[in-house]
């Protein structure tokens, strides 16, 4: 090639190159552009979904989550590798006509189970630590609850066979592993036999309830769940038959009577309860003050509560989970000292903890093998049930300092920094670690 033509092709090459470079960025830009506009339409979605979601949750109408489920529905289609939004298309699927766990005679729905699960199970497999926004429980704990509704409905019907099926799906999906039914152990194992035992939520009851079907374990527990007490036919079965163990639950009402319970206008008044007389309470009655819990008035489960305390006549011990809120404790405080992840009814009042049962239940009761199970630092749920552990270690090295006990207080630390350690076990707030580093300093100094 001539000097002329080298010439020429070198400048047409050097303006082929620009061009084409020029092309594939405005390409590559479009696609860009599509993406940008895929991701709008996405947050849009799942925004709107939200947004629908929150409305439903004001209206409780089923027909309002199944809305939000369609939205959502749209928006995992767009994205199906974001874990938030299959997180609320899981809570929406569960709140939407499907296993509605509140009914008076609650229909098992195996399918809407399945896909409760599913979008849970699809959540943590996407983000494993999920930081996207919490309704009311993690995804993990959501999983196993979706399981354990259907159990629920399930012994409604007594039909235990489909229970321990219904278990066992959630297990194969990781739900009641060994962090959760080893804290649950733990619980259990802190009730006197033939305990009458009062739970709060769906991850107190159900890990019981797992328990007392698939091991047989501990089946003289009668665990009394205070959200479903306010479905009087819940009540009058636990009445008839404990379908997880072989007690009954004392009450001093008909099934007629149970049946027809409603909100109960109610002023403060004095209430009172007999129990089994002792050294400390010869008479055998406790007396309180009982104030309204809802509006004026006493809710059904605040009914059935003081009447279980009233047929039991103290023959039988009863506790309250340390997660039960004080809403639900009708003002018993003054009669239930701590004994670890449990309070329980006392015969009198003035003792803040049970000092002794709470040292044997830290030390020779609880079992802290599963700290090496990773979702204790996985479930925010789990954690800060967990922290109920620290708190009754807490509390007795407190109780310890204060009547000079410094040695065998700095004693209790250490073994609670032993057997639940920051690296296994994060705290669930800054605050509560300041109050503890205060705490063992004031021991050991």
């Keep these: ?9 070198t400048r047409l090459e050097h303006c082929i190159m620009p061009t084409m470079t020029a092309m594939t960025i405005l390409l590559l830009s479009g696609l860009s552009f599509a993406a940008a506009a895929e991701d709008s339409v996405f947050t849009r979605l799942l925004g709107e979904g939200k947004q629908v979601f929150a409305k439903a949750k004001e209206s409780s109408k089923p027909e309002d989550y199944q809305r939000a489920a369609e939205i959502l529905e749209q928006a995992a289609a767009r994205n199906p590798k974001n874990a938030e939004v299959h997180y609320f298309l899981g809570y929406a699927y569960d709140r939407s006509p499907g296993v509605l766990t509140q009914e008076a ?3 098992p ?5 399945q896909k ?17 926004e919490i309704i009311a429980l993690d ?23 489909s229970v321990q099926w219904a278990f066992e799906q959630g297990r194969s999906q990781g739900a009641y592993g060994p962090a959760w039914l080893e804290y649950t152990r733990n619980v259990m194992a802190s009730c006197e036999p033939d305990a009458i035992l009062f739970a709060n939520g769906d991850m107190d009851t159900f890990p019981v309830w797992f328990l007392q079907v698939m091991e047989r374990y501990r089946t003289d527990i009668v665990l009394v769940n205070l959200s479903l007490l306010n479905n009087a036919p819940y009540a009058a079965q636990l009445k008839r038959n404990y379908p997880f163990g072989h007690n009954k639950l004392p009450l001093t009402l008909s099934d007629s009577e149970i049946d027809s319970l409603r909100r109960l206008p109610w002023t403060e008044q004095t209430v009172e309860v007999p129990v089994k007389p002792d050294s400390l309470n010869p008479e055998g009655v406790i007396r309180w003050t009982v104030k309204s819990t809802l509006r004026g008035s006493l809710r059904v489960q605040d009914q059935l509560v003081l009447d279980i305390l009233r047929a039991n006549r103290g023959q039988r011990p009863v506790y309250f989970g340390a997660t039960v809120s004080r809403a639900n404790l009708l003002g018993l405080e003054e009669y239930l000292p701590l004994e670890g992840l449990l309070f329980r009814l006392n015969s009198h009042k003035g003792e803040r903890i049970a000092v002794q049962q709470l040292h044997r239940n830290c030390f020779d009761v609880y079992h802290y093998e599963s700290l090496s199970d990773p979702l204790w630092q996985l ?3 789990l954690a800060k049930m967990g922290q109920n552990l620290r708190s009754g270690f807490m509390q007795l090295a407190y109780f310890q300092s204060t009547q000079g006990q410094r040695a065998e207080a700095k004693r209790v630390l250490d073994f609670m920094n032993e057997k639940l350690p920051e690296s296994k076990l994060p705290y669930s707030s800054p605050q509560l670690k300041v109050e503890l580093d205060k705490l063992y300093k004031s021991v050991s100094e």
Excluded at 1 to 9: D, E, V
Excluded at 109 to 113: D, K, Q
């Design 116 to 132: 409760v699960a599913s979008e849970m199970a699809k959540a943590i497999s996407l983000s494993p630590r999920y930081e996207g």
């Design 109 to 113: 729905n195996v399918p809407f189970a």
């Design 1 to 9: 090639m001539n000097s002329k033509k080298k010439n020429l092709a």
């Design 105 to 107: 005679q609650p229909t």
């Design 139 to 161: 995804p993990y704990s959501k999983l196993a609850s979706a399981w354990g509704a259907l159990a629920n409905c399930y012994m409604f019907r007594g039909q235990i066979d």
């Design 379 to 381: 479930s925010p749920d």
